[in-house]
Antibody
Framework: EVQLVESGGRVVHLGDSLKLSCAAS????????MNWVRQVPGKGLEWVCL???????YYADSVKGRFTVSRDNENNSLYLQMDSLRPEDTALYYC????????????????WGTGTTVIVSS | DIQLTQSPSFLSASVGDTVIITCRAS??????LAWYQQKPGRAPKLLMF???TLQSGVPSRFSGSGSGTEFTLTISSLQPEDFATYYC??????????FGPGTIVDIK
């Protein structure tokens, strides 16, 4: 079964750091680009960052310079290092896997974890 | 950045109805659009990719169309389990992989 399980979310204070983890199973992790997507309770979805299969990274402007995504292909794990946290970073953080189409390009996020909650208090 | 808008933002419908949700992009994205369904307390679920290809396991009452800047998600013969929030997402130009603001489909 293809599965993503996030962990590491908790209550922190303004300016703190936190590292989220995502354990992947059931697919060839090393061949897939992975994302973090977040959702403020009751609000919409916000893409946070992407790491390609070979380690290339891309970030949303809202987290650029504060968040760092990384991966450990040996242990099928994805990470999100979150520094200088702000109250507006409070959200449920999902780890997602890309679906690749015939062209070899990613076309959607076909597997989502259940999420881990980060609360940043001021 | 590409912006996505969805209309309506909320719709009330009955079981058996056909509903249509529209997603518009601020610039052309080819057919690189995905649709997701999210129920309360659950992670989003992929319904459709490249605008009109149904994800495995998704009922055929869901269909998608469009290209360029305008896309639609149609749910034919709405079922009780279809009451949820629906999001579109563009995957053509990144960063960011923009999501639409969502459409809530509520039971009348």
């Amino acid at each position: 079964e293809v599965q993503l399980v996030e962990s590491g979310g908790r209550v922190v204070h303004l300016g703190d750091s936190l590292k989220l983890s995502c354990a992947a199973s059931g697919f060839t992790f090393k061949d897939n680009a992975m994302n973090w997507v977040r959702q403020v309770p009751g609000k919409g979805l916000e893409w946070v960052c992407l790491i390609s299969w070979d380690g290339g990274t891309y970030y949303a402007d809202s987290v650029k310079g504060r968040f760092t995504v990384s991966r450990d292909n040996e242990n099928n794990s994805l990470y999100l290092q979150m520094d200088s946290l702000r109250p507006e970073d409070t959200a449920l953080y999902y780890c997602t896997k890309f679906l690749y189409y015939d062209s070899g390009e990613p076309v959607a996020m076909d597997v989502w974890g259940t999420g881990t909650t980060v609360i940043v208090s001021s | 950045d590409i912006q996505l808008t969805q209309s309506p933002s909320f719709l009330s419908a009955s079981v058996g109805d056909t509903v249509i949700i529209t997603c518009r992009a601020s610039q052309g994205i080819g057919n690189y659009l995905a649709w997701y369904q999210q129920k309360p307390g659950r992670a989003p679920k992929l319904l459709m990719f490249v605008a009109s290809t149904l994800q495995s396991g998704v009922p055929s009452r869901f269909s998608g169309s469009g290209s360029g800047t305008e896309f639609t998600l149609t749910i034919s013969s709405l079922q009780p389990e279809d009451f949820a929030t629906y999001y579109c997402q563009q995957v053509n130009i990144f960063p960011p992989f923009t999501f639409g603001p969502g459409t809530i489909v509520d039971i009348k």
